[in-house]
């Protein structure tokens, strides 16, 4: 879709093991760790403030009730009270006129972690999910996501693939996602777990799409499907793959290591903006303090 | 220098925890895995073949007893059996007269893994460190680095830094290395341990040198100080940032998160070759068996 409405804020997961270990005893200091910040910009950001409508969408998460809490609290302590849980567990539920009519008074939704082929396998498709893509074209809508929930924001998701094996031909596995942006490939998690080679082998693959990487603690707030702005404390390697000269990756076998030569790089962190349609990152100003979110 | 006659031959460590973790339990294992192909083909670049004298320079290393033996026992398989071990762990053995002639008459050395910060403090700018640049220079001599001897083999050397905050200001700590190379700066057990950002960060704040990282398995030999080809089962990740275009390096403070725009990144594999001068990746042909030194 071309300049929607909406925004997005995708997130780059906690900064403890985040969406592969829930542990309950480890989810309170995770929101505490991390997003604290970008929670706070993200109800700055929406239609109406702190008194605006928040749906946790916890469907990507094995222990939704534990996950779906602590967001509750977490906004509490920002005083965004407005706040509701939808654990939707099967399609039918993402075709459920009552979830439906959740979702159209909702302001804000918030993907939680988890596994992303959750998302896309319940969601894609549904009513839930082309009325998600209808507000966020048409309406002052935020639709946020981390880890998982970022993942699955981009048309094409990545959803596996060994960090260890990833320049290895099939080993990064990719499925549509649930498309609320296009021509951007998003991997999270991304210092912290080695995973440049992911991201390098889904752009040489398709260099339409910008490679995200999101570092944890870390997002990206996207305006008009286009103007994206460095959220949080950590760092975001982005991948461009317009200039690639040459790979070899339609010549090797499956397994075998890929060649790739020519792919820009670029290093991103708080402030700084990124236009994905020229491809230009902006570097903004000296940083203090790390979390512009805790000022308001 | 310029045009050496010698041969560097770097690689990124073994497939195992490799120099942090040299349990006398996993060396035989890591040997066996990862350097077969890559000391075959030492030997094959060496002047005298299989009867080439190789010193093996375990200084580096916390157990170089065991370290040594498994390197005498491992190009024993291979044929090669005029394989001595030079444990130097002073500078004053640095400049003995019997170590320096063991050296005048080697024709390879091999630099084993462990902390790089020894191999520099102890050898460098003694007689020995003298001898050895002399003979790259001048002869068809080989140099070879695992590890932390690949690190310490060109100019400028890391030698810590956490992958996690790599790219925060001043946490990548860079010292002089052993200069058998300029212009490239080597990090190792690279796809593994995450160390994208050590590479992008030393890249940026020098962009003559070009960033060499390499995965486990995996090296380069270079031959002319100039011409590199991947050989090893894994892969290669090269930052070059000739091309950048802007940096905050110099605005943030110690510890705050960094920007830059505008690296390139190239991926090589086995038969890749490039050329360090005209900074060109050259691909090279369909890549089956994936190590060549074992088919000779």
Known sequence: MRNPKGKLVIIGGSVDRGSFSESPADLHRNLKFFEKGILKRITTEAAKGNLSRIEI???ASNI???VGEEYIKS????GVLNVGVLNIKKREEANSPENIERLKNADVVMFTGGDQLRLTSIFGGTAFHHLLLEKYE?????ISGTSAGAAASSNNMIYQGSSHGALLKGEVKITGGL???NNVIIDTHFVQRGRIGRLLYSCASN??????GLG???GLLIIDGNNMEAIGSGLIILVDGTHMRNTNMTEVEMGEPISIENLIVHVMSIGDH???????????????PINPGLKE
């Open 75 to 78: 906004f509490a302590q920002l």
């Open 64 to 66: 939704p009730e534990e």
């Open 274 to 288: 990124f236009d994905l349609k020229n491809k230009r990152l902006i570097i903004g100003h000296h940083k203090i």
């Open 216 to 218: 944890e603690d870390t």
């Open 138 to 142: 048409y309406e002052n809508f935020v």
């Open 57 to 59: 969408i916890t469907t």
């Open 179 to 181: 498309g609320f942006i």
């Open 207 to 212: 260099p339409i799409n910008l490679g995200i």
